[in-house]
T-cell receptor, first 110, second 112 residues
């Protein structure tokens, strides 16, 4: 079945450094979604990308959807301690629910 | 506005005991409802989903079951818990045409 792979599994950065997490699907996705889960919390929806090659920005966060709609990335510029958490990508499997990647856990060292 | 309630927040249960976790959604009609499980430090595994009252789709064969007795109520149950059932259980809802899933605050279940 469809799998969504995410790398890296963990990332430790100094505050102010940039961070990128990558998501790859074994099949073409109709859309891709990104979520953030703070330590001890629940996943919170960040954004959805639908179009091939789409790029969206939310303040210091930049989301990209690949031309083939099989990969995506989340880039954070100048990380802050408030960015700490696990970032998940997720894609629908046809008409069935989202398949989530295993997430990238971001630690920010002040 | 829409809200999702999930309880209890934490639960410690002995092996072999039953389980009932409840999730309710307010402020929307006919939501799609989901149960996910997250093992410690791991990703989200879909357990069950429902697109309407009485309709349940199971993703993973196991000793858990789900029911949807009312439009905005989703229940996760087990007759006899196993140690491997420990984890963080998350309920979520979505509506066709709206972006993203909204998750409840989750239940941390420890089976001892």
């Amino acid at each position: 079945g469809q799998q969504v792979m995410q790398i890296p599994q963990y990332q430790h950065v100094q505050e102010g450094e940039d961070f990128t997490t990558y998501c790859n699907s074994s099949t073409t996705l109709s859309n891709i979604q990104w979520y953030k889960q703070r330590p001890g919390g629940h996943p919170v929806f960040l954004i959805q990308l639908v179009k091939s090659g789409e790029v969206k920005k939310q303040k210091r966060l930049t989301f990209q959807f690949g031309e083939a709609k099989k990969n995506s990335s989340l880039h954070i510029t100048a990380t802050q301690t408030t960015d700490v958490g696990t970032y998940f990508c997720a894609g629908p499997r046809g008409n069935t629910p989202l398949v989530f990647g295993k997430g990238t856990r971001l630690s920010v060292i002040a | 506005s829409q809200t999702i309630h999930q309880w209890p927040a934490t639960l410690v249960q002995p092996v072999g005991s039953p389980l009932s976790l409840e999730c309710t959604v307010e402020g929307t009609s006919n939501p799609n409802l989901y149960w996910y499980r997250q093992a410690a430090g791991r990703g989200l595994q879909l357990l069950f989903y429902s697109v309407g009252i009485g309709q349940i789709s199971s993703e993973v064969p196991q000793n858990l079951s789900a029911s949807r007795p009312q439009d905005r109520q989703f229940i996760l149950s087990s007759k006899k818990l196993l140690l491997s059932d420990s984890g963080f259980y998350l309920c979520a809802w979505s509506t066709t045409g709206l972006y993203g899933y909204t998750f409840g605050s989750g239940t941390r279940l420890t089976v001892v």
